[in-house]
């Protein structure tokens, strides 16, 4: 980072802060001596601030721009597979033949869970929604992988890494088998990272599951784009407890539970509940003219981006995907997937949604894809639980390789009362 400066007035007192520059993006204030000055800053939600510097995300909502270790989101898409970025996000760099091997042979010596975690399993309701057991599962994983747990050393981190991307699939499918009281499948090594998802998903002891190679592409692709997105809250909530040198299986456990948030990881699951509300084509106007007016507060949801401004990467690459997929199925003249398309025709003709740049994100698409696959609901943020483990593991593990890492502890600004005293009784 090269290093500049900046001015800052405050109490007619100039105040000289450094001003650092990535290799793209933004030029950020480095405020880290304000505390010393007596002053500190206040941004909740974090809008303008940058709680960290990482090598490994870059978005640009600008120009709809999204680069994992700076390549683009299109052609990773395009030409690897989830685990080739899974690597390539955690060690900086894609896979050579030989590591792609060797990292494949790691990952599959790793599928299997604990046979005791089945015990886990059990103590939970069988009507849990399946992110609740997956948190609490992955949580317990702090019990039964006790070994190599010095978080200063890299083999122990990398270890634990690929501990959590080999048995996430494992996991998050045996929280919706058990929720339908079927057997646990176990993993299949040489169907493949998403391939072998779908098994355990779909097929029991007395029924094989047949994997489509279009609608496995399908699902690593939505593997591959959820993967990262920079600081986001779940990342932001990994690295924090990271930062207290928290066990990894803990850290991904509090990343999965910011992520079940409707405001994160929900709204592919929203869309599909807001598709079934609407019910048939011809009370989309009705809908639309509810999501246009002021004082209604329906939201098109799988519309709008908080940083795609202009176009969302993503959700480019998962709309080919999705008419790929029904076109495959045959189901484009399916009631709610005829409702999906139409809704998606309508709105991006609509004055309204034209003028506010409003056009479908990545969830709207990953989540008509899922169903088509026949992912039910309460498993879609799960699987995008599975995909972003990739994102998470490597930002932890970069967290604890920077010399400059500190325990995570903002600050407040105080609004209660002033000291005061006791009156005598
Ligand atoms: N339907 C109707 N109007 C909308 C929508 C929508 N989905 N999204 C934004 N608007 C309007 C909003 O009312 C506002 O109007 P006005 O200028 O008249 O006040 C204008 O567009 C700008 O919206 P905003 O509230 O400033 O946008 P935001 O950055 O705060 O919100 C958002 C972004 C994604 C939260 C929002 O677009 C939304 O709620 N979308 C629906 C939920 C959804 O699909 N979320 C998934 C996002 S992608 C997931 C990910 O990347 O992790």
């Known amino acids: 980072m090269a290093s500049e400066k900046s001015k800052i007035i405050v ?37 303008s601030t940058a709680s960290c510097s990482s090598a490994i995300t870059y978005v640009d909502g600008e120009n709809g721009e999204l680069l994992y270790r700076g390549y683009p989101i299109e052609q990773l898409s395009e030409k690897c597979d989830f685990l080739d970025v899974s690597y390539l996000l955690f060690n900086g760099e894609l896979p050579t033949d030989i590591e792609k091997q060797n990292y494949r042979k790691s990952i599959n010596g790793h599928t299997l869970i604990h046979d005791q975690l089945n015990s886990v399993y059990r103590g939970f ?18 019990a039964f992988y006790t070994d190599k747990m010095d978080m200063n050393n890299p083999d122990h ?19 919706y088998t058990y929720s339908l009281g079927l057997p646990s499948v176990y993993p299949q090594n040489d169907l493949g990272y998403a391939g072998n998802f779908l098994n355990m998903m779909f097929s029991s002891p007395n029924k094989k599951y047949q994997n489509n190679p279009i609608l496995t592409r399908a699902l690593e692709k939505i593997l591959i784009l959820h993967a990262d997105h920079e600081q986001n809250a779940s990342t932001s909530t990994v690295r924090l407890v990271g930062s207290s040198g928290a066990n990894p299986y803990a850290c991904i456990a ?28 011809d009370r989309i106007g009705e809908y639309i003219k509810r999501a246009k007016d002021k004082d209604d507060d329906f939201r098109l949801m799988g519309f709008g981006h908080r940083i795609y401004r202009n176009k969302d990467p993503r959700a480019e690459i998962m709309k080919i995907t999705c008419h790929e997929v029904l076109n495959e199925l045959n189901l484009s003249n399916e009631p709610l ?12 003709e609509d004055k309204y949604f034209i003028e506010k740049k409003l056009y479908p994100n990545v969830d709207f698409y990953s989540g008509i894809v899922m169903r088509a696959l ?14 972003r483990t990739a994102g998470w593991v490597s ?10 890492n500190k325990i995570g502890r903002p600050r407040q600004v105080y609004t209660g009362l002033a000291k005061r005293n006791i009156k005598p009784f």
């Open 254 to 281: 509090s990343g999965i539970a910011s992520l079940w948030g409707p405001a994160h990881g929900g709204a592919n699951e929203a869309t599909l509940k807001m598709l079934a509300e609407i019910g048939n084509e």
């Open 125 to 142: 309701r069988r009507d849990s929604h399946p992110m609740a057991v997956m948190i609490g599962v992955v949580a317990s994983m702090s």
């Open 11 to 47: 109490d007619n007192k100039e105040i000289d802060l450094p001003l650092i520059r990535g290799t793209m993006g933004l030029p950020a204030i480095d405020i880290r001596t304000l505390n010393q000055k007596g002053m500190y800053t206040f941004d909740p939600g974090y809008l």
């Open 337 to 348: 997937f005829r409702l999906a398309l139409t809704l998606e025709k309508i709105a991006l």
């Open 374 to 387: 026949g992912i039910p609901n309460s498993m879609f943020t799960a699987v995008f639980a599975i995909a």
């Open 157 to 175: 981190r990398k270890l634990s890494a690929m501990r959590l991307l080999a048995k996430l699939p494992t996991i998050g499918s045996w929280s």
């Open 395 to 404: 930002h932890w593990n970069e967290m604890l390789s920077d010399k400059e």
